[in-house]
């Protein structure tokens, strides 16, 4: 009888983890409103860069505009980087600067500042650009005090133009709200940690900051905060690269 039982009870937890494709598209989709609560908005971000002994490195400005059908631009507000911007239309990224006619064509993982690339702010959706597996329920964190448990889940990527080509994800069992990730590049190397800090811990609705941990070279830390958000849809000219290397006023 006992046997019977575990047999059952070991084919219930591989029917409740082996979920569907589409059970997870919802989920990631769900996840995704807590960083991006509309499907054109206008984000107002911060980066800051802390050295490995805590100390502050660098502070940058950033105005994002996020669009339908995996459309972004990213408008650098701080003095130093005053006039670029970063265009991103599907999986074309270019970096226009205020003295070239040229758009410059990049990569997502181009860095804008400390561990931040530019995919990482200009790019807001896992549903749309990975598929993946619920690995099943594991601690949210190792080290938290008591332990919340999470939903695991492994994501490949199924488009060029993202960051990272696996996602390990770990989303709040209730609210699928995002808590922690590890971010590998192409070579499966394991690039980054990430951390959620969502509004309201206990009910959360938004995440209001990303701390990325490299784990690849310089150990600093990154803190992407979002400082507003707002719906906002651009005109469909600021999206042309080649009406943007005019340096035509936006805002």
């Not at 979920?19 to 997870?24: G, I, M, N, T």
């Not at 400005?61 to 972004?72: L, N």
Request: proline residues 6%; hydrophobic residues 40%.
């Amino acid at each position: 009888m006992k046997t019977l039982q575990f047999i059952t009870s070991a084919l219930l937890a591989s029917w409740t983890f082996a979920a569907p494709a589409q059970d997870v598209t919802a989920l990631l989709k769900a996840t995704d409103k807590f960083r991006m609560s509309a499907e054109n908005l206008q984000v107002q971000t911060q980066i800051n860069v802390l050295n490995a002994d805590g100390t502050p490195d660098k502070e940058r400005r950033y105005t994002v505009f996020t669009q339908a059908k995996r459309q972004s631009l990213v408008l650098m507000q701080s003095p130093a980087e005053k006039g670029q911007k970063v265009l991103m239309l599907g999986d074309d990224f270019w970096l226009l600067m205020p003295d070239s006619q040229r758009p410059l064509r990049i990569t997502p993982m181009q860095k804008l500042l400390g561990d931040a690339s530019t995919g990482d702010i200009a790019t807001m959706s896992w549903a749309e650009d990975y598929s993946g597996k619920i690995v099943g329920e594991e601690p949210c964190d190792a080290d938290a005090s008591p332990k919340r448990t999470c939903l695991h889940l492994s994501l490949a990527a199924i488009r060029k133009g993202v960051s990272y080509q696996r996602i390990e994800l770990w989303v709040g069992r209730t609210r699928h709200e995002p808590v922690r990730a590890e971010l590998y590049v192409l070579s499966d190397k394991l690039a980054k940690q990430a951390r959620f800090v969502m509004d309201k811990p206990a009910a959360p609705t938004m995440v209001v900051e990303m701390v990325l941990s490299d784990q690849l070279s310089n150990h600093k830390t990154t803190h992407v905060r979002y400082l507003s958000r707002r719906e906002r849809q651009v005109p469909p000219e600021w999206l042309n690269p080649m009406f943007l290397v005019r340096n035509p006023p936006l805002e």
